[in-house]
């Protein structure tokens, strides 16, 4: 049995200090406030998982659930599209035209 990487032997040994550092009149207030504590924040932890969990995603209506079809990614744009574009911008400026000399 570990507890946060304490073993039971050094748990014995941390008790035994406090023993003899706090006494036994402060050791039995010290270990009611210290278990009054670790109650508290058992009950304050509690809902934590389900706190984060609606934090993290927040419900969705009804209706935004059926509208949407899951696994529907909006689509990549390729290399052919991209290319396109940059024709029809080129398009937009003057045209030049290739009049090829001649050879007189």
Do not use: F
Request: aromatic letters at 0%; a negative charge.
């Amino acid at each position: 049995m570990n507890i946060m990487g304490i073993g039971p032997i050094e748990l014995v040994v941390v008790m035994v200090i406090a023993y003899l550092v706090l006494g036994p009149e402060r050791m039995t207030s010290t270990m009611r406030s210290l278990a009054k504590v670790v109650r508290d924040l058992k009950e304050q932890t509690a809902g934590l998982p389900k706190t984060l969990d609606e934090l993290l995603e927040p419900p969705k209506d009804e209706e935004d659930k059926e509208s949407e079809a899951p696994g529907v990614a909006r689509p990549r744009r390729t290399r052919a599209a991209a290319q396109a574009d940059e024709k029809d911008d080129d398009d937009d400026e003057e045209p030049t035209t290739n009049v090829p000399e001649s050879k007189e």
